[in-house]
């Protein structure tokens, strides 16, 4: 049978846990972090390296946002979006691969990507050019699709449309 600890025991371990607390406190983004590894890794995925970025995010809503690439092994996608007057993003993209299925995801919980709705979704056309229109600013995950050979790329979640000060559409 265990020992009784002593309180002095106790306020010992609460004061090492404090410690180790501010020390080295788990990262602010551990579960969200896990949560889309879980599901790169359900969707038989490749997670997309965003090759260039000068991310999405404008203050004035005169200007685009900066261009985006994602690229995985089997298919590269470049998205411009560009603010619209109702507050809604449009973005123009193209795909490596004609007939690329594209989605956009409204800052999903990552495990439950496979069982929602997208936002938005196109197919690229025979040159690979595809737009969706109607996003909400906000972070996006974007999830492509590729037939043959089969093959899917996930984004991380990506901000897109306009960050201004004060206003509670900040990505």
């Given at each position: 049978?265990?020992?009784?600890?002593?309180p002095?025991?106790?306020?010992?371990?609460?004061?090492?846990?404090?410690?180790?607390?501010?020390?080295?406190?788990?990262?602010?983004?551990?579960?969200?972090?896990?949560?889309?590894?879980?599901?790169?890794?359900?969707?038989?995925?490749?997670?997309?390296?965003?090759?260039?970025?000068?991310?999405?995010?404008?203050?004035?809503?005169?200007?685009?946002?900066?261009?985006?690439?994602?690229?995985?092994?089997?298919?590269?996608?470049?998205?411009?979006?560009?603010?619209?007057?109702?507050?809604?993003?449009?973005?123009?993209?193209?795909?490596?691969?004609?007939?690329a299925?594209?989605?956009?995801?409204?800052?999903?919980?990552?495990?439950?990507?496979?069982?929602?709705?997208?936002?938005?979704?196109?197919?690229?056309?025979?040159?690979?050019?595809?737009?969706?229109?109607?996003?909400?600013?906000?972070?996006?995950?974007?999830?492509?699709?590729?037939?043959?050979?089969?093959?899917?790329l996930?984004?991380?979640?990506?901000?897109?449309?306009?960050?201004?000060?004060?206003?509670?559409?900040?990505?």
């Amino acid at each position: 049978m265990g020992a009784r600890s002593e309180p002095s025991d106790e306020r010992l371990l609460l004061e090492l846990h404090d410690l180790f607390d501010d020390l080295d406190p788990v990262p602010v983004s551990l579960a969200e972090d896990a949560k889309f590894a879980i599901a790169v890794a359900g969707l038989e995925a490749e997670l997309a390296q965003i090759v260039d970025a000068d991310l999405l995010a404008v203050r004035d809503r005169t200007l685009p946002g900066a261009a985006v690439t994602l690229t995985s092994s089997a298919v590269s996608v470049l998205i411009a979006p560009s603010p619209l007057p109702d507050g809604t993003v449009r973005l123009d993209g193209w795909a490596t691969r004609p007939g690329a299925e594209i989605g956009a995801y409204a800052d999903p919980d990552p495990l439950l990507l496979q069982t929602l709705d997208p936002a938005a979704h196109t197919t690229a056309d025979e040159f690979g050019r595809f737009v969706l229109e109607g996003l909400r600013p906000g972070r996006h995950v974007f999830l492509v699709r590729v037939a043959e050979p089969r093959h899917t790329l996930l984004s991380a979640p990506i901000p897109l449309g306009l960050e201004r000060d004060g206003d509670a559409a900040r990505p």
